[in-house]
Nanobody, 114 residues
Framework: QVQLVESGGGLVQAGGSLRLSCVAS??????MGWYRQAPEKQRELVAT???????NYADSVKGRFTISRDNAKATVYLQMNSLKPEDTASYYC??????????WGQGTQVTVSS
């Protein structure tokens, strides 16, 4: 069993920055990532990072967002710069175990005002 606790969301003006954190409890986690869901839209990938540090980003956030991971602290971060109103969404932390089971956090709201 894996539990994920997110923090760091909030309200920011366009062009601003936020940093999301997700602390994982449990073992056998491989890839971790962030997804987001805006009202009336499907949940979409933002970024993922493997246990060895290989990252992957959605085209819409490349060059603006950076995912990082501290394996010793079982924490994944998402540094979000140059935020746009279209980045407004609930952001969810995800963890994938060695047995390919997905776990999700409760979500943290990010609102970017224009």
């Amino acid at each position: 069993q894996v539990q994920l606790v997110e923090s760091g969301g909030g309200l920011v003006q366009a062009g601003g920055s936020l940093r999301l954190s997700c602390v994982a409890s449990g073992s056998r986690i491989t890839t971790m990532g962030w997804y987001r869901q805006a009202p009336e839209k499907q949940r979409e990938l933002v970024a993922t990072i493997t246990s060895s540090g290989i990252s992957n980003y959605a085209d819409s956030v490349k060059g603006r967002f950076t995912i990082s991971r501290d394996n010793a602290k079982a924490t994944v971060y998402l540094q979000m710069n140059s935020l746009k109103p279209e980045d407004t969404a609930s952001y969810y932390c995800n963890a994938l175990t060695w047995t390919s089971v997905d776990f999700w956090g409760q979500g943290t709201q990010v609102t970017v005002s224009s």
